[in-house]
């Protein structure tokens, strides 16, 4: 029996707090986009250095939760293709092949599915997919909390046309021993939505 280790890469904020990246509440990890992207290459430098073979773009924080209404806005989309663009920089550095995975985030705040609006969510996810699409290999659906809103990346590529390979992430709730999400909904149900929704791989935090 054979088996195939994939090497994901870490914690954007928390690398770019280490080497020292503008960083601060709410922007969070959006921040070093605005004020130090260069330091975002380093970041996602460091972790191809260290073996990573998927990296993703520094656009988690890239919603109108951190950024407020008023700069998503008006600057959602641009940081969104400018994550992309660092992303890609980086990985071509490198002289093995490592893949760049669009960062989907949580749009309403991570770890809070109460809050997602299936309405208001193409508002925000859309520029999103829109700016990191030309610079990435494949997608991420990051932490998400229920099943709604696995459904909502997948709706939002779909808006798009596009066909690129799917992971889905979900978050388990704080006792991970109920096999359920933050949600309630019961793992295997959204393991199960998310294939029959197109995702190869599904992740959990």
């Known amino acids: 029996m054979s088996s195939t280790v994939t090497l994901l890469d870490g914690g954007m904020g928390r690398e770019l707090l280490r080497i020292g990246a503008p960083f601060r ?15 975002v290459v380093q970041a996602h430098t460091n972790f191809v250095r260290a073996g990573a073979e998927v990296i993703t773009p520094n656009s988690y924080a890239v919603v109108p939760f951190h950024l407020g209404e008023a700069r998503f806005a008006s600057s959602g989309h641009a940081l969104a293709a400018l994550a ?62 229920a099943i709604a809103e696995a459904e ?25 021993s109920t096999g359920r999400l933050r949600s309630g909904e019961a793992a295997g149900d959204a393991v199960a939505r998310a294939i029959d929704r197109g995702a190869t791989t599904v992740l959990f935090n």
């Open 152 to 176: 909502a990346v997948r709706a939002a590529l779909d808006r798009a046309g596009s066909d690129l390979e799917l992971w889905i992430s979900y978050a388990l709730d704080d006792d991970g």
């Open 84 to 145: 992309g663009k660092l992303a890609r920089e980086a990985a071509q550095v490198s002289a093995r092949g490592v893949t760049v995975a669009g960062s989907l985030p949580p749009l309403f705040g991570s770890y809070r599915p109460d809050l997602f609006d299936a309405v208001d969510a193409p508002r925000i996810i859309d520029p999103l997919v829109a700016g990191l699409a030309a610079h990435v290999d494949m997608w991420l659906g990051e932490t998400r909390g």
């Open 25 to 39: 509440q709410p922007e969070w990890s959006a921040l070093a986009l605005i004020e130090g992207p260069e330091q």
